[in-house]
């Protein structure tokens, strides 16, 4: 009887080691079950023998031993479809695939302000390794439409004919439309330069790596750089790092905005992004349906666009920008008129206007931003709709003007129009080291306005009569 009290004692102590065991055992993780590499078609890898779910990385070992990084991003059967994130070669058939633990995470910190990094969050910019602590899933989280602050604050852009004649709205999501060649990164680089931000996030997805030197340098500058967050992309990655690009552009973006500030998310551009996935989901089997891009593409636009945007309340904001390659001034492309559809609004440059040396040429008939009403008084939106009237009509008898078939006085709508034509143009340009905030934007056009109706002699204080010699066309 005396030694139950022992017996008792060793029975909870063994209970105990049990349970610790069980504990541990719990957290151990199951041995990797490698597979091989079984076909590779283009930049696909068709592997056998080991699974892994959508998105999980696997390491394939080539001939020499070294490892090549993939991402899953499909599966038929027993088989698994991946797609490299780095350069590949030395391949052969039959090499290893080992799947690995970690996942698709972003660093992020306010470290990462002044840096450059590339698709896989790797620094570019020779300033050693990155001090990030935190991170965040790539994908991003879902926010309740319900939950997010309703969009009523200006936003100064720095530009006269966006703050006058298109606003912004704090927390709004607009395209830029343009060719090639008629000013997109120019008029990018003024945005980023003079908006009032916290926090300015590149992502340039898809460019050439020249651009890339050029932007970060030249039209960013050294004391932009200093708070903003530069993700690079080049043309020469592979689609799945262009894609893994513009979602960590936007995962910092959300970072930022979840600590209460306000960013600037620039994105060029959303048209590459869209070629990416169209090449990744071609490489796996999916049917092509519009103009060659699968419904996977248009799937994912919104599931990038929707994480921009207000977040819930007593957090920040996320203006973004993303730029839409409109190929061969085509308008009706279908990532466009998708674009169209999912923004809050679309700012288009016009290559006629770039072309008469008018910068940023921005064309004021097809661009609108849908929330000018909500952010804007009533004798605002007065205003820009009669500059609006006033612009379409000469642009309309615009032929009739220029050979000589309109005569002076038939119509006074059309004298006016041809009157105020040489001041509304000199009002839309802008010199790109030149900033004009938001106030300063209103009066000058109310100052065009007046000089219609008035006939003074002088346009508006501070507008250049000429057009400015210094405007340079860009990218």
């Known amino acids: 009887m005396q030694d139950e009290p022992l017996i008792e004692k060793a029975g909870q102590d063994w209970m105990t080691a049990l349970a610790r065991i ?12 490698e597979g091989v590499l079984t076909r590779m078609v283009g930049l696909t890898l068709e592997a056998a023998g080991c699974q892994a779910p959508i998105g999980a990385r696997c390491d394939v070992v080539n001939s020499g031993g070294e490892r090549v990084e993939t991402e899953v991003v499909g599966f038929s059967g027993e088989s698994l479809y991946l797609m490299p994130t780095s350069e590949v070669h030395g391949l052969v058939p039959n090499a290893r ?15 990462l302000l002044g840096r450059v990094i590339d698709g896989r969050g790797r ?23 319900l939950a997010r602050t309703p969009i009523r604050e200006v936003l100064d852009v720095g530009v006269r004919a966006i703050n006058a004649l298109c606003p912004i709205g704090r927390g709004q999501r607009m395209g830029l439309f343009a060719g090639s060649g008629v000013g997109k990164s120019v008029l990018l680089g003024m945005m980023t330069r003079y908006t009032e931000a916290d926090i300015v996030v590149v992502g340039l997805i898809g ?6 030197k050029e932007f970060v340098q030249e039209i960013l500058g050294e004391q932009g750089l200093r708070k903003a967050v530069v993700v690079a992309a080049p043309a020469d990655s592979s689609p799945l790092m262009r894609i893994h690009g513009a979602m960590q552009a936007t995962s910092i973006a959300e970072y930022f905005r979840d600590q209460g500030k306000n960013v600037l998310l620039l994105m060029d551009s959303l048209t590459r992004f869209a070629q990416a996935q169209r090449e990744i989901a071609l490489a796996i089997g999916e049917p092509p349906a519009t103009k060659g891009y699968p419904p996977s593409v248009f799937a994912r636009l919104p599931q990038l ?19 839409v390659l409109v190929e061969g001034d085509d308008h009706a492309d279908p990532i466009a008129d998708a674009a169209r559809a999912i923004l809050d609004g679309h700012i288009v440059l016009s290559r006629q206007l770039a072309e008469t040396g008018v910068y940023p040429a921005i064309d004021i008939e097809a661009s609108i931003s849908r929330l000018t009403p909500q952010i804007t008084t009533p004798e605002h939106m007065n205003m820009t709709q009669d500059f609006r009237r006033i612009y379409s009509l000469y642009q309309q008898n615009r032929d009739l003007i220029s050979v000589g078939a309109y005569q002076p006085g038939s119509d006074p709508d059309i004298d006016l129009a041809v009157r105020m034509q040489p001041q509304m143009i000199d009002f839309i340009g802008q010199d790109m080291n030149q900033s004009v905030d938001f106030d300063a934007s209103r009066e000058q056009l109310d100052a065009v306005l007046d000089y219609g109706t008035d006939d003074d ?3 508006v204080a501070g507008l250049p009569v000429e057009p400015d010699a210094n405007l340079v066309a860009g990218g």
């Open 457 to 459: 002699s002088s346009p």
């Open 123 to 145: 620094p570019l910019d020779d300033r050693g390794p990155l001090r990030a602590r935190h991170k965040i899933a790539l994908q991003g989280r879902e926010i309740n439409p």
């Open 22 to 33: 069980g504990s541990d055992s719990r957290r151990l993780t199951r041995p990797v079950v």
């Open 97 to 111: 695939v080992i799947p690995t633990r970690h996942g698709s995470d972003v660093l992020v910190g306010p470290e």
């Open 305 to 323: 666009v929707e994480r921009a945007g207000n977040g819930a309340q007593n957090s920040g904001s996320i203006t973004a920008f993303y730029t």
């Open 207 to 212: 460019e050439r790596g020249r651009e890339v």
